[in-house]
Structures are given as structure tokens and as C-alpha cells.
């Protein structure tokens, strides 16, 4: 019920294509749902976050899309860029703590 | 935006030694701090909840005897790994939530430890 799975493991689009990262979660307790991106060696960094209320929200390149009823959310990277290569991982909060998926290693390729 | 640093960024020792990682948090006050692991190509994995002047939260099937932590100060709280193994070679990563309680954690550059 902890779990948050993420898919697909790894991903591989074509410069100014669309990335596409799916997560999915059991327990209707989480209440805050961030994405992070990481790049190699460094701590991750949150690129954008929605809570369960909200279906959508976009801050610049990327979206979430939230459905609750599904218990699924993703992100969209719109116009994807070689600079966004990095892994990114999904969260679901509960009471502050994060568990995280399991990541997605993406790759833009010029 | 809120900035968390660690130190140190690298350390490598030898199994059996005691190693500390320090994480603070530079330019606000860290109500909260959590302390992550991370095996290469792996994901990030909770280890341990610490409030500043109380006992750390561990999650399970962490040793608590064996990752000490500590959150003396609103700014600081430091985890200290004893007697090392090479199991324990991993990226440890720390972030902090401020007094606003709001849910945003600020994450730490992380610290790449090697135990040979």
C-alpha cells in the first residue's frame, strides 16, 4: 500500500518530442504528489508538484496530469531538450514523508 | 529557494571506521530533516525522520545502532555511519522541511560514500 510504481524504466525521444512518465499509487492517504528530476551524482531536485484536488497543473514545459479516481498521475515534458536527460523519479506524500517510484532514466537525443 | 548543503560531498574509508555526514540547512530553519539512501540506478529510500531535539524516526529494517543521527539544531542534524562495511557504500541524501510546515522537502547534494 506504500508503493508508488513508476514506468517506463527508461525512455528515449527525439529532440522537441513529447516525454511521458507514468506513476501509480494504492493508498488514498497520500496528499501530495511531486516530481523530481536528478542528474548524475547530484540530489534530486523538485521540478513540479500537485495535490489530489487539482487534475492538472503546468509550469512551463511540463505538466502534471492527476487522476484520482484512477489513483495514477504523470508528467509531460513538452518540447523535450538533450538538457533534459536526467532520471526522474515520482513521489506521494503522507504527513510529510516521500516515498519515491522507482525512476525513469530519460533520454533526449538530438 | 530554500538551500540545503552536505558535508562532505565524497569520503571513502576502511570497513570497521565510523564516518559522519553532515547536513544543514542554510538559509532557513529545518524543522524536520530525513535521511535518504541511494544504491546506483536505484531509487531513493527513506531511511530515517529526525525533529530537531528529539529521537530520530527509523523506517523499517534500518539499524538504528548502526546509522546514528542526530538533529541538535534547527540548521543541523548529522548522520553517523559505525563500524562500516562495503554494504554500506551508497549515496546518502538528505532534505529538510522549513517551520511553514508546508509539504515542499529541499534536498542536499548528497554524499557519495566508499567503504573499501
Known amino acids: 500500500q506504500q508503493q508508488v510504481k513508476q514506468s517506463p524504466q527508461s525512455l528515449i525521444v527525439q529532440k522537441g518530442g513529447i516525454s511521458i512518465i507514468n506513476c501509480a499509487y494504492e493508498?488514498?492517504?497520500?496528499?501530495?504528489f511531486p516530481w523530481y528530476q536528478q542528474f548524475p551524482g547530484k540530489g534530486p531536485a523538485l521540478l513540479i508538484a500537485?495535490?489530489?484536488?487539482?487534475s492538472e497543473k503546468k509550469e512551463g514545459r511540463f505538466t502534471i496530469s492527476f487522476n484520482k479516481s484512477a489513483k495514477q498521475f504523470s508528467l509531460h515534458i513538452m518540447d523535450s531538450q538533450p538538457g533534459d536527460s536526467a532520471t526522474y523519479f515520482c513521489?506521494?506524500?503522507?504527513?510529510?514523508?516521500?516515498?519515491f517510484g522507482q525512476g525513469t532514466e530519460l533520454s533526449v537525443k538530438p | 529557494g530554500a538551500v540545503v548543503s552536505q558535508h562532505p560531498s565524497r569520503v571513502i574509508c576502511k570497513s570497521g571506521t565510523s564516518v559522519k555526514i553532515e547536513c544543514r540547512s542554510l538559509?532557513?530553519?529545518?524543522?524536520?530533516m530525513f535521511w535518504y539512501r541511494q544504491f546506483p540506478k536505484q531509487s531513493l529510500m527513506l531511511m530515517a525522520t529526525?525533529?530537531?531535539?528529539?529521537?530520530?524516526?527509523?523506517e523499517q529494517g534500518v539499524e538504528k545502532d548502526k546509522f546514528l543521527i542526530n538533529h541538535a539544531s534547527l540548521t543541523l542534524s548529522t548522520l553517523t555511519v559505525t563500524s562500516a562495511h562495503p554494504e554500506d557504500s551508497s549515496f546518502y541524501i538528505c532534505?529538510?522541511?522549513?517551520?511553514?510546515?508546508?509539504?515542499?522537502?529541499?534536498f542536499g547534494p548528497g554524499t557519495r560514500l566508499t567503504v573499501l
Open positions: 532534505s529538510a522541511i522549513g517551520a511553514s510546515g508546508l509539504d515542499e522537502q529541499f
Open positions: 529526525s525533529n530537531e531535539g528529539s529521537k530520530a524516526t527509523y
Open positions: 538559509d532557513f530553519q529545518a524543522t524536520t
Open positions: 500537485i495535490r489530489p484536488d487539482v
Open positions: 493508498n488514498t492517504a497520500f496528499d501530495y
Open positions: 513521489a506521494a506524500s503522507m504527513a510529510g514523508k516521500l516515498i
